[in-house]
Nanobody, 120 residues
Framework: QVQLVESGGGLVQPGGSLRLSCVAS????????MSWYRQAPGKERHMVAT????????DYKDSVKGRFTVSRDNDKNTVFLQMNNLKVEDTAVYYC?????????????WGQGTQVTVSS
């Protein structure tokens, strides 16, 4: 059974930083690319960052390039998202899943997500 557990969100002021973690179980993340997605209120969920199986390539949403960094620890079956210089528009629930911008491997196994609120 696939499970994805996100953590690390919180309330932060503009310009602040957060580091999100996603622990996966039920599958080996080293076999797939992993992505972070986010969903703001009233909007669809979309990809924020993607990391290839062995960290050989990355893809980022344009608006987070230079501010967010995705990484992974395959031994711990965990993916991370370091978010710096956060902006109000980054406010959303953040999720992880196996997949890319255009394809989600486990669409029926989304975790509860972790809320990120950027506000002064």
């Amino acid at each position: 059974q696939v499970q994805l557990v996100e953590s690390g969100g919180g309330l932060v002021q503009p310009g602040g930083s957060l580091r999100l973690s996603c622990v996966a179980s039920g599958f080996n993340i080293s076999r797939v690319g992993m992505s972070w997605y986010r969903q703001a209120p009233g909007k669809e969920r979309h990809m924020v960052a993607t990391i290839a199986r062995f960290s050989t390539s990355f893809d980022y949403k344009d608006s987070v390039k230079g501010r967010f960094t995705v990484s992974r620890d395959n031994d711990k079956n965990t993916v991370f998202l370091q978010m710096n210089n956060l902006k109000v528009e980054d406010t959303a629930v953040y999720y992880c899943n196996a997949g890319t911008k255009d394809f989600v491997v486990y669409p029926d196994s989304w975790g509860q997500g972790t809320q990120v609120t950027v506000s002064s």
